[in-house]
């Protein structure tokens, strides 16, 4: 049962343009988000996080958005660079563990 | 300051054999952990140490899975017998503070193919 899910495999973008890597999860529990950032052959990187009492964060060119009555969290990376070009990961801790579950990822392609 | 190491990067077995994977955290981190990540999927935790206790190992197969950390520092992670489900990249974290996920680095991992 697949708590934390990022529906699309993948994205392509314009090199300047905006991404937008979105995430759903099942569990109302989970009050904690993280995106990670994988490159080939690396592990994953964490990239930024947002507690379930906000409903924005931002680090620089990368905003997270959580819409906890959808369900729904969103990243957005402005602008894209080739970079960027990378396996996104959307997850959360399991209530009540410090277990974290893990979205099934998606590339992201940012093209010159 | 160096990262998470494992070794070796690459493996390929045949299943029924057994398969060890060892990994050096970053120093003084004293949380571990072990995962597993197939292909197309997300990293699942197989199993979490604090120094060299276990903290969740809830989703270990423990017929076939183990994993020590005698010393506090290095962990190994053994499958035996294997199996062609096992094919994977098994990925070593250490994180300086426990539940703290930003504080959590990750190794390049293993990847296993089973035959």
């Known amino acids: 049962d697949q708590q934390v899910k990022q529906n699309s495999p993948s994205l392509s973008v314009q090199e300047g343009r905006i991404s937008i890597l979105n995430c759903d999860y099942t569990?109302?529990?989970?009050?904690?988000f993280l995106w990670y950032k994988k490159y080939p052959a690396e592990g994953p990187t964490f990239l930024i996080s947002i507690s379930s009492i906000k409903d924005k964060n931002e680090d620089g060119r990368f905003t997270v958005f959580l819409n906890k009555s959808a369900k729904h969290l969103s990243l957005h990376i402005v602008p894209s660079q080739p970079g960027d070009s990378a396996v996104y990961f959307c997850?959360?801790?399991?209530?009540?563990?410090?277990?974290?579950?893990f979205g099934k990822g998606m590339k992201l392609t940012v093209n010159p | 300051e160096a990262g998470v190491a494992q070794s070796p990067r690459y493996k390929i077995i045949e299943k029924r054999q057994s398969v060890a994977f060892w990994c050096n955290p970053i120093?003084?981190?004293?949380?571990l952990y072990w995962y597993q990540q197939i292909l197309g999927q997300g990293p699942k935790l197989l199993i979490q140490?604090?120094?060299?206790?276990?903290?969740?190992d809830s989703q270990l197969p423990k017929d076939r899975f183990s994993a020590e950390r005698l010393k506090g520092v290095d962990s190994t992670l053994k499958i035996q017998p294997a199996k062609l489900e096992d094919s994977a990249v098994y990925l070593c974290?250490?994180?300086?503070?426990?539940?703290?996920?930003?504080?959590?680095?990750f190794g390049p991992g293993t990847r296993l193919l089973v035959l």
């Open positions: 569990n109302s529990m989970f009050d904690y």
């Open positions: 997850a959360a801790p399991q209530g009540g563990s410090e277990k974290l579950v």
């Open positions: 120093s003084g981190h004293a949380t």
């Open positions: 140490f604090q120094n060299n206790g276990v903290v969740d």
């Open positions: 974290a250490s994180s300086l503070i426990r539940g703290r996920w930003e504080t959590q680095y």
